[in-house]
């Protein structure tokens, strides 16, 4: 520093260092510049994806990057470490309430249920009272496990429904029935799930709320025109051009009893109009629950965690809270499906 308060002319050697120091700094400053720009573009894709805009247009390095945290009308988008999901566990610690979950069981599916409970019991809602509706066509199917005091596990018996198309028909139907005239008499809350499902890491009371719907771990992050919403006009589901928000998975949705059954009734008349004019939507009971949750907004969007599945079209999530062992069997190659175990 002394040198440059001095007038002395530098020596060549010096003279040197001091330019490699200029291009050293000027690189520097370059690279902050550079870093900050895409930051920005990320924080602005974010909001664009609230609308729809597409985020896996930027790359998969910017992709990682996806991480909502609310909708744009208030809904909290729920991802398990937040901070505001600590936040939501802390304020419902002070309250106690029972939490009820739904799953059909029939036919075959019973291969899943053990699976499925087991790991239940182990990150679900634990240290809560959670009531398991096993909606089943066998009651024997239905395994005989010791819970901890405050779990229950209730089998409902609903009947032969030996195909799959007529179950996809009946289902909401069904599980408007049973919240009536049981379930809304036991519980606050009720989340219905698919069976062939696996909780593999910690589910806790972050996710309760009115209406919770969930992401769906494939569309997560895309543009809006790419959702696999019902186009047949023909349809009830029929979603048009230009609305929407995002497309939600029908592997796990749930929230208070009343709004859980005001759905559950809306999609089973949909479904049943749509029977009568010999038409059942593409993606089964999804594009109904996608066509309800237009008209009425979630109050508390689950993010792909909890329902993801590994395929080259799921976003990466930060942690795999639920797996969904149907769908990943589905995405895989027939020769990879047997290491599975699918
Ligand atoms: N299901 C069932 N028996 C059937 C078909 C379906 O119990 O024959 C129930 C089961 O809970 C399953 C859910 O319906 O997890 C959804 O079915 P599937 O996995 O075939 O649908 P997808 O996940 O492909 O929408």
Known sequence: MARFLNSTPPSGLERV??????????????????LRGRRAGIKSTLS??????????????EESAYFLNETSWRAPVVWGDSDASERRREEQSYRTFKTGLVAFVVGRYSQHLLRFLVSAERHFL????????ILTDNLR???????????????????EMPEWRRLSR???????????????????YVFCMDVDQEFVNPVGTEILGDLVA??????????????????????????EEGEGDFYYTSELYGGLCAEVYAMAVTC?????????????????????VNRYLINRRPTCVLSPEYSWWDSPRTLEVPVQ??????????????????????
């Open 268 to 288: 089973s008349h949909l479904i049943l109009q749509d029977a009568e004019a010999g038409f059942h939507a593409l993606h089964y009971e999804e594009s109904y």
């Open 170 to 188: 009946v289902r909401m139907s069904i599980l408007a029935e049973v919240i009536r005239d049981r379930i809304q008499r036991e519980v606050e």
């Open 48 to 61: 664009q994806a609230e609308a729809g805009g597409n985020l896996r247009e930027m790359g998969q390095e």
């Open 214 to 239: 969930t992401l769906h771990p494939e569309f997560c992050g895309m543009p809006l025109y790419t959702f696999p919403y019902e186009k047949a006009e023909v349809s009830q589901a029929l979603v």
């Open 17 to 34: 260092t001091r330019r490699r120091l200029f291009l050293a700094c000027l690189a520097l400053s370059g690279l902050i510049y550079f």
């Open 126 to 133: 634990l240290g809560e009272s959670v009531v398991y509706y």
């Open 321 to 342: 809270r639920v797996v969904s062992v149907g769908r990943q069997c589905a995405a895989l190659e027939p020769q990879k499906r047997a290491d599975r175990r699918c």
């Open 141 to 159: 199917a239905v395994p005989d496990l010791e819970l901890p005091e405050g779990r229950v596990l209730r089998p409902v018996h609903v009947g």
